[in-house]
């Protein structure tokens, strides 16, 4: 008995100092950040002409929720950690449609770089990663004053994260092909009314972007 239990004994010491090891940087413990968002799975994606993005199950068409964003839009990323994860979630299960509608909303520096940057990469996105892609670049949105932010390197690896590996994603990035036609979407959709952000619409009935997300669940709820 007393071979046994020291063996636990010693047993117990090394798992303890692994875990010392693992969670200790310089005598500081490090606390892995919580997940972002919804991790899936998603209904269908399809990828419109006019640069909107729909996200529903098969023959799925009510209730419509549409959601205007910025992917450089600080208010935007809380709400698509708190109540945009709940919408992926209630598509996947059938019991809404989801148009999202990314643009640009700033008209300063280095805001708008940024926004057109990552607006730019999140079209050259394959629809069966869209909605992994777009909430990888929520989760990791540079600071407003952040010059630079979202560079096309940080874009392409931020694809790898959301299983988006071929080639021609990198390249599509890269060149920044579909940039020029974030600006004329983005004047078009300010100039329909839209100015606070992010806008969510409910069957064509602006929401409050503050809504809790059990407030909103039983809205749609409601609808279905």
Known sequence: MLTVSTSVLALAAVTLVAVVAITSHHGKRIVPP????????????????????????????????????????????????????????L??????????????????????DN????????????????????NVLYANQPAQTKVGGFPVSQLIQLGKGAGITS???????????????????????????VSNMPVMMLDGHVLGSNLAPSALRKLILTRS
């Open 34 to 89: 919580p997940p972002f968002g919804y991790s899936g799975p998603y209904a269908p994606v399809t990828l419109n002409a006019d640069n909107s993005v729909t996200m529903a199950r098969p023959g799925v068409t009510k209730p419509v929720v549409d959601v205007y964003e910025d992917f450089q839009c600080p208010t935007c990323r809380t709400f698509e950690n708190s109540d945009g994860a709940l919408l992926q979630k």
């Open 91 to 112: 598509a996947y299960q059938g019991k809404l449609k989801v148009v999202y509608y990314p643009f640009t909303i700033f008209s300063g520096q280095p805001q708008l």
């Open 115 to 134: 926004s057109v940057r990552a607006w730019a990469a999140a079209k050259c996105a394959p629809p069966g990663r869209w909605v992994k892609y777009h």
């Open 167 to 193: 080639p021609a994603f990198a390249q599509c990035v890269r060149s920044q092909q579909y940039a020029a036609q974030d600006a004329p979407l983005s004047d078009q959709i300010i100039n329909s009314g």
